[in-house]
């Protein structure tokens, strides 16, 4: 895969998180579990788009961002 497709592909799944519109938070309690498996899997991510001194970056946001989506799967 060319790392333009990757780009996109991994810019659809961050917005396709958005897309159910605002949510009402009632106290939900983070899981860790799930966190640490979208930190993982996040930062696999991030190693096949970034490339050179990026790729440190790109590993850092996908691990981020997959460790925030992931702590909040129980919250919908």
Request: hydrophobic content about 45%; some cysteine.
């Amino acid at each position: 895969m060319k790392t333009g497709t990757k780009l996109v592909v991994v810019a659809a799944m961050l917005v396709a998180g958005c897309a159910s519109g605002p949510q009402v938070r009632t106290g939900c309690a983070p899981n860790y579990g799930a966190a640490a498996v979208g930190a993982l899997a996040g930062g696999l991510l991030g190693a096949q788009v970034g490339g050179g001194t990026g790729r440190n970056a790109a590993i850092a946001v996908g691990a981020g961002t997959g460790a925030l989506v992931g702590s909040q799967v129980d919250c919908r």
